[in-house]
């Protein structure tokens, strides 16, 4: 990755971006390994396990409302910061349509987290 971006290292254990947090900022996986995880009704779901080139907090990018999820360093593991200001210069390079679709599917996404957690809030 360019040396203009911000980069952080996270130990095991620790967490990088907690549900409810302000959304402030994206994550791309340079090195390591990360898990999701959501909390609802007093359980915790796993969502998916990430590794390099990997993005998460994408939410925050578009909404700029809370972290849907949490995510934890698996393993040592360093990411590269997005802001809103470096994905809006990087999608003012692509097509008109490649930004609705990226907007369509991070929506998509968030139902489906959604949906999910109740589904297994109930079972």
């Not at 007093?42 to 972290?67: N, P, V």
């Not at 393993?75 to 907007?103: A, N, S, Y």
Request: with cysteine.
């Amino acid at each position: 990755m360019d040396n203009q971006y911000e980069t952080f290292i996270y130990p095991i254990g620790r967490a990088i971006i907690k549900q409810g947090d302000d959304a402030e900022e994206a994550f791309m996986i340079e090195g390591g390994k990360v898990k999701v995880t959501l909390e609802n009704d007093g359980k915790t779901i796993e969502l998916a396990e990430l590794g390099q080139d990997d993005i998460f907090g994408e939410t925050a990018l578009f909404s700029g409302s809370h972290y849907g999820a949490t995510v934890t360093a698996l393993e040592e593991t360093t990411v590269v910061k997005i802001t809103p200001e470096i994905l809006d210069i990087k999608i003012k390079l692509c097509d008109p349509m490649l930004r609705g679709l990226i907007k369509m599917m991070m929506e998509r996404q968030k139902r489906s987290n959604k949906t999910i957690a109740n589904f297994h809030s109930e079972g």
